[in-house]
């Protein structure tokens, strides 16, 4: 059974600063999807990673995917606030074509 | 431009009654899904439809039916609500299969669901 876990699962950050959220998986998959949740809001696709050593980046966001050690990385770079909002994680999981999901990284930018 | 469609967006429930959750899309996406997310989870699949007339289980659907007449409408209907059914449950559609290549989902804004 794959299972997939982000943490941290809560971040309080300061503005200018950078972090990353990590997406750990537990079986095999070449596809990993990362996407953005606005509280109240619907979730939005960010990145669709699809290979070993992928990166993609927009704006202050950059995700990359090793699949080797099953992990991928979402970093974001001189935080502001208009990145506060919950990231989830999925992934692809060929056997039965289903995406499982991460618990979700709520993050919060602090002016 | 509205997308995907939910309603209601919060709704208490009662043990053992039952409701249907709506969900509409209008860009002709043969693709829709229902998950549920609890507290501190990811997402989990109850049903998929891959087309008008077409549907199948996912990860979690027990207690829940769903039908697909036509290719915008998929509710969800919960018989003889429970606790455990309490949850916020999402609404997706896509052009494609979840997980084909550079396929995204397309999200409703979310029931949240109290069964008391």
């Known amino acids: 059974e794959l299972k997939v876990e982000q943490n941290p699962l809560f971040l309080s950050m300061q503005e200018g600063k950078n972090y990353t959220i990590y997406c750990n998986y537990s079986?095999?998959?070449?596809?990993l999807y990362w996407y953005r949740q606005d509280p109240g809001k619907s979730l939005e696709s960010l990145f669709v990673?699809?290979?070993n050593g992928a990166v993609k980046q927009e704006g202050r966001l950059m995700a990359s995917l090793d699949t080797k050690a099953r992990l991928s990385t979402l970093h974001i770079t001189a935080a502001v606030h208009d990145l506060s909002a919950t990231y989830f994680c999925?992934?692809?999981?060929?056997?039965?074509?289903?995406?499982?999901w991460g618990a979700g990284t709520k993050l919060i930018i602090k002016p | 431009n509205a997308g995907v469609t939910q309603t209601p967006k919060f709704r208490i429930l009662k043990i053992g009654q039952s409701m249907t959750l709506q969900c509409a899309q209008d860009m002709n996406h043969n693709y829709m899904y229902w998950y549920r997310q609890d507290p501190g989870m990811g997402l989990k699949l109850i049903y998929y439809s891959v087309g008008a007339g077409i549907t199948d289980k996912g990860e979690v659907p027990n207690g829940y039916n769903v039908s697909r007449s036509t290719t915008e409408d998929f509710p969800l209907r919960l018989e003889l609500a429970a606790p455990s059914q309490t949850s916020v449950y999402f609404c997706a559609s896509s052009y494609l299969l979840s997980g084909a290549i550079n396929e995204k989902l397309f999200f409703g804004s979310g029931t949240q669901l109290s069964v008391l």
């Open positions: 999925a992934v692809y999981m060929d056997s039965n074509y289903q995406l499982i």
């Open positions: 079986t095999t998959s070449d596809r």
């Open positions: 990673l699809l290979s």
